[in-house]
Nanobody
Framework: QVQLQESGGGLVQPGGSLRLSCLHPRMILSEFVQYDLAWYRQAPGKQRELVARFKSGAMIDYVDAVKGRFTISRDNARKRVLLQMNSLKPEDTAVYYC????????WGQGTQVTVSS
């Protein structure tokens, strides 16, 4: 099973920004546009939760905790999904996973985001 390739995590101070990126290494564009794309996160001792979801019909959902701070977008030219995270808080610290769901389902390996001074 192919894993999605994630990048962009790291350590940032409260109030800072990060951008996460995720792509499938072999998916072609005609497939990519049919997939729902999402970002999840899992903090230590907590269950994995949906952060933001982008549906092929242009519907976007965000968990309340990130509304107004995070933006999910899809880059069809590069066949990737992005998560722009602004005004980061310590409670955003987690491992972030991307997810493609459609004919098949794919997950990334996870990228650590740590918000700390």
């Amino acid at each position: 099973q192919v894993q999605l390739q994630e990048s962009g995590g790291g350590l940032v101070q409260p109030g800072g920004s990060l951008r996460l990126s995720c792509l499938h290494p072999r998916m072609i564009l005609s497939e990519f546009v049919q997939y729902d794309l999402a970002w999840y996160r899992q903090a230590p001792g907590k269950q994995r939760e949906l952060v933001a979801r982008f549906k092929s019909g242009a519907m976007i959902d965000y968990v309340d905790a990130v509304k107004g701070r995070f933006t999910i977008s899809r880059d069809n030219a590069r066949k990737r999904v992005l998560l722009q995270m602004n005004s980061l808080k310590p409670e955003d610290t987690a491992v972030y996973y991307c997810n493609f769901r459609g004919r098949n389902e794919y997950w990334g390996q996870g990228t650590q985001v740590t918000v700390s001074s």
